[in-house]
């Protein structure tokens, strides 16, 4: 799954509590990522699968992906919760 995810992608909210999302971008590849927030320090992530595990300090928060015709869209867990939705589209 890590392959098709490669790259860097914008984040877009569609629903639930998550914050607007502007400025926030992941960046993937070989298996581990980042999310980022404009110029600040991305908080960091492994690929298992269709999900990104984030590391410490946000441990147990996990998004949810699975490819659609745009991208791709996931669901934001908080311990097993689902707080939001949003969609992936690849940055150009």
Known sequence: MAS???GEW???RTGGL????LGVRKRIGGG???TSIGPFPGAP???VGHEL???APFKGFVDVVEPSSDGYHGRALVFGREIGTFRLV???
């Open 18 to 21: 998550l914050p607007p999302l």
């Open 53 to 55: 595990h984030y590391r």
């Open 32 to 34: 581990k990522g980042t």
């Open 45 to 47: 992530f492994d690929v």
């Open 10 to 12: 914008q984040v877009i």
């Open 90 to 92: 690849r940055r150009r």
């Open 4 to 6: 098709g995810l490669d």
